[in-house]
């Protein structure tokens, strides 16, 4: 079947999984922890969302290259879709606006999910209303660099270590994992391109065409 039907098979589910983030670029770590989580968990997709301008880190890429790359990124993906709804927003966007909208739109008893690395993990107290979020989706965390965030105990929400009893939770419950380890970062690949190192390895050739036509990252150092 081809990609563009499988795609449209999954809008309609009752399963809806983010993995958000900066996406300045996106890389191997995104593609590989994305899909593998997609098979180890048994969802038909998962949305990469990219962050709206007002929100993501000073000196990044606009939203319209992030955007772009992520695109050309997901065009031969399966199973992953490129979400633009915090792009669209103007001003200030939250993860907690962005989950209550997409609960309205599933409605109440849809499994949520919100993927996040372990290192956003350890800072998830930092992030507006956070505690708001588990009373509207649920939370993956994936090891980064093997390693585990060390205490969510604050989390108000259940630990789950059962895969098929966590997707059958709306929302107010998280899950640990682990899945084979990427070792790469966007900030990595921004100062290989700066050094003229090759990143080729690490992001598709169709996003390297696009940073190195948009003259991207070259004066990160
Ligand atoms: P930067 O280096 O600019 O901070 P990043 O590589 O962490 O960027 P983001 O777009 O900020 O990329 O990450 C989005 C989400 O993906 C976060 O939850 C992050 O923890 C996760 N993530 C990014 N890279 C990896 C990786 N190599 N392995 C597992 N999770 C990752």
Redesign the pocket.
């Known amino acids: 079947m081809d990609t563009s039907v499988i795609k449209a098979q999954c809008q309609d589910r009752q399963q809806y999984v983010v ?6 670029p ?5 593609l ?2 994305a899909n593998a989580l997609a098979d180890k968990l048994g969802y038909d997709c998962v949305h990469l969302m ?2 709206g301008d007002a929100y993501h ?1 000073q000196g ?1 890429s606009s939203a319209c290259h992030r955007l772009a790359m992520l695109e050309l990124a997901l065009r031969h993906e399966s199973k992953l879709l490129v979400d633009d709804q915090e792009t669209k927003r103007v001003g200030a966007t939250y993860t907690v606006d962005t989950l209550s909208s997409i609960r309205q739109n599933i409605g109440p008893s849809a499994h949520l999910v919100w ?7 350890q800072s998830l107290t930092s992030w507006h209303n956070w505690q708001a979020l588990f009373t509207l989706a649920n939370i993956v965390v ?4 093997d390693e585990l965030p060390a205490d969510l105990s604050e989390w108000p929400a259940k630990c789950f270590t059962d895969i098929n009893e966590f997707k059958k939770q709306p929302y107010g419950c998280y899950l640990l994992t682990a ?1 084979p ?10 100062l290989q391109v700066a050094n003229q190192e090759t990143v080729e390895n690490h992001v598709p050739q169709s996003v390297i065409d696009y940073i190195e036509q948009h003259g991207l990252y070259r004066g990160e150092n």
């Open positions: 993995l958000g983030g900066t996406f300045d996106i890389h191997d770590g995104h590989l922890t990219p962050c880190k990044s993927i996040m690395g372990s290192d956003a993990a994936v090891a980064r660099n899945l380890p990427v070792a790469v970062s966007s900030t990595q690949i921004r």
